[in-house]
């Protein structure tokens, strides 16, 4: 199946100082949402990465009035030598959905001295 939004879990979010970005984007709407299997880490740069491992990542499936013009947009964005934009399933309180999501190999993320983030939700530079 088809990627139908984007799963987001950091600067992006609502409330966070990237938010403008998802906006230009062409952000029609949002709802909550959950990444199984993956874990928040830290980096020093002052913004998250999401790695394959045992834990929940939440944050938000957007969804965009043209999906193929927000991702390039967000592709440009997002550094490329760090993440990978890849298919996810997330799920939302109106059932799982399948979306891209920008997810950061755990080798990168160590050469760059992430550290795991005590809290499955980011909120700029605090857990909560």
């Given amino acids: 199946m088809e ?14 100082r990237n938010h403008g970005v998802a906006r230009a ?8 949402a959950r990444l199984v299997d993956f874990r928040l880490y830290a ?12 834990g929940v990542v939440e944050g938000a499936f957007f969804e965009f009035y043209d ?7 967000l592709d440009a964005f997002e550094e490329r030598e760090l993440y990978r ?13 399948v979306a891209w999501a920008y997810l950061a190999p755990a ?8 550290v795991p ?7 700029g530079s605090r857990a909560g």
């Fill in 3 to 16: 990627p139908q939004g984007v799963f987001v879990y950091g600067s992006l979010l609502l409330g966070e």
């Fill in 25 to 32: 984007a062409g952000l029609r709407r949002l709802r909550p």
């Fill in 43 to 54: 980096l020093p740069q002052g913004y998250p990465a999401a790695v394959a491992g045992r």
């Fill in 67 to 73: 999906l193929a013009r927000a991702l390039r947009l």
């Fill in 85 to 97: 934009r890849r298919a996810v399933r997330v799920w939302t309180p109106d059932g799982p959905e």
């Fill in 107 to 114: 080798t990168a993320v160590a050469r760059r001295g992430g």
């Fill in 117 to 123: 983030w005590p809290s499955s939700r980011w909120r």
